[in-house]
Each structure stands twice: as structure tokens, then as C-alpha cells.
């Protein structure tokens, strides 16, 4: 499809908090329950539908551990939105948030958040850390969303709210 607008996107978290599962459910309709980690970078494109306008999201899946960040570092660049994901069952996950914003900043400074907190298949409801993930959301002006990429429930929402800061339309909550 010629003149396409397309936007770079990127998924940020700490390893096995379900950002490949995430974006393989969103791209490819299907999930994995064993997965092997992320080694650099997995990509994906999609094609989204916004008010009056067809898009194309290259989504960036960077690794998650530590031993990557030189790795990860060089594919911030260019991007204008990003989800930060946490496990809902991992309090390390949601405090290791601050730290994946401050590293993407440096090298894509303009880029866009969402929260996502993962994995509400797989814990008490109502989730423990739903709350501080949506006060973190709120200290820094993101949109915060619950997501199961196991049941789908929420991914959708997700990847449209990804769409819309990309490109400037404003989320729907």
C-alpha cells in the first residue's frame, strides 16, 4: 500500500513481562505459552485504522534484560510512541519503569507513552499492582490499560492507543 503514512513504535519492559506475546497477539492473532526470551529486537508491522485514515505501525519488540541495553539502545531512535509493560504479578517489573523512560528518552526525547500492565489472566482480581501502574501512568502523563495477551483481553485497545499517540489523535478511554 503506497503512501501509507508509517511510525515506529517500540515495547519496553523488563524481560518475560510479555511483549513479544503481546505484539505476536496482536499481529498474528495467536499466542504462545512458552516462549524463548527476545535476543535485540523482534519486528513487526500492522496495518491500523484511524478516524478517516489507514497507518502502518513498524512495532519494535527490544530484549528486555540488562545484557541488551547497548544493544536496544540504537533502535530507540525514530521512534514516536511506546509501551511500557509490566507484570501484573511482578512488583520488580513496575519499579523498574522509571528507568526504561529515562533510557528511551535519550535517544527519541518526543516519544509517546502508555502503561500496560500484563497478565491479568493470571492474577487476583482486582490486580495488586493495577493501582501504582496507573499512578505511575499518571506521574507522567500516559494512558494506563490492563492487557492479557494469553486471553487477548485488552491488546487490541493497546496497540490502538499506541496507534493514536503515534500519529496525533486523541485517546478514547
Known sequence: MEGVPISKVILLGDGNVGKTSLARRYCEGKFEVSRIMTIGVDFQTKLVELPGQTVKLSIWDVAGQPRFQAVRESF????????????????NSLDNLPSWVEEVRKFAPNV????????????????????????????????????????????????????????GFPIQQ
Request: proline share 6%; hydrophobic share 45%; no cysteine.
Open 76 to 91: 530507540y531512535r525514530g521512534s514516536t510512541s511506546a509501551a511500557l509493560v509490566y507484570d501484573l504479578g511482578e512488583r
Open 112 to 167: 509517546k507513552f502508555v502503561v500496560i500492565g500484563n497478565k491479568l489472566d493470571t492474577v487476583p482480581q482486582p490486580p495488586d499492582l493495577a493501582k501504582a501502574g496507573m499512578e505511575f501512568a499518571m506521574s507522567i502523563g500516559a494512558p494506563f490499560l490492563l492487557t492479557s495477551a494469553s486471553t487477548g483481553s485488552g491488546v487490541e485497545n493497546m496497540f490502538d492507543y499506541i496507534a493514536r499517540l503515534a500519529f
